[in-house]
């Protein structure tokens, strides 16, 4: 493992241990609502899917109604945790690059907040392309730059972390070589400044909900969500469908 992998696997570690494994915020657990409606979309309990960057694992525990389940993670002293929770899971830990996986071996792969973390965006997703069946389903989280950048504070990256977010406009280009962009929205409407500030806080939006304005559905709906959630298709479906494992 190259120094800055050692860095970045010190940091997960450190970061999933005195946070996730504490507790499970408002974003991440929207992200997971989405995640879990396009599952159920997909009608079938029988998918092989991987989880990329699964972190403590919660997520990997929740999917399991729908197929069998794979967790990496560069953290793997968290994951050792993550195998004791759930060890009907399996976890393993390691670099996503080197990690010996089959080609076309997933029907799914689940990635939430991973993107802005790599080295090499276009690389990853190459990578996810690889192991996804023809016609298989990329759901990708991931932060949304001009929200983060220009409406809240964020503290600078720690050593290990890296951090490159993307708009919604260079996600979907980031992903074209290999997919097809089936649904791309924000969610999770935060700011920590400004009039923002005030338009999307809890109170406001529950005091309008109350008078029946869904108004974070109207901010989502105008790119103000922390996140960007992304379901897209691997190309190469035609050649796929007289497959067993082709998702319709």
Same mark, same amino acid.
């Not at 923002?196 to 309008?208: A, D, F, K, Q, Y």
């Given at each position: ?40 979309? #997909? ?6 899917? #991987? ?37 009907? +899971? ?18 799914? +792969? ?29 759901? #990708? ?12 504070? +964020?503290? *600078?990256?720690?050593?290990?972390? #890296? ?49 029946? +304005? ?29 497959? *067993?494992?082709?998702?319709?």
């Amino acid at each position: 493992m190259t120094v800055e992998l050692e860095a970045q696997r010190q940091f997960w570690n450190s970061w999933n241990a005195h946070f996730r494994e504490k507790e499970r915020q408002q974003v991440s657990l929207q992200q997971a609502e989405v995640v879990l409606r396009w599952l159920e979309e #997909l009608g079938t309990q029988n998918l092989r899917i #991987l989880e990329v960057g699964c972190g403590t694992g919660w997520l990997c525990a929740e999917i399991t109604p729908f197929g069998t389940v794979v967790g990496t993670d560069l953290s793997d002293e968290v994951l050792e945790r993550a195998r004791l929770r759930w060890p009907a +899971i399996e976890f393993r830990s390691g670099d996503f690059f080197a990690l010996p996986f089959e080609a076309s071996s997933f029907d799914v +792969i689940i990635s939430l907040e991973v993107l802005a973390h790599v080295e090499d965006q276009q690389e990853f997703i190459a990578r996810v392309g690889h192991l996804l069946v023809p016609g298989g389903k990329l759901l #990708l989280a991931t932060q949304n730059r001009p929200v983060l950048e220009k409406h809240c504070v +964020i503290p *600078p990256p720690a050593p290990g972390q #890296l951090r490159r977010w993307v708009d919604s406009t260079e996600l979907a280009e980031l992903v074209s070589r290999d997919f097809e962009v089936e649904e791309l929205f924000s969610i999770t409407p935060i700011a920590h400044k400004g009039f923002r500030r005030v338009v999307t806080s809890r109170r406001v939006n529950g005091i309008l909900e109350f008078t029946g +304005i869904r108004m974070r559905k109207v901010l989502e709906g105008a790119g103000w969500g922390w996140t960007l959630m992304l379901k897209a298709r691997r190309k190469g479906a035609l050649e796929a469908q007289s497959s *067993p494992n082709f998702i319709k």
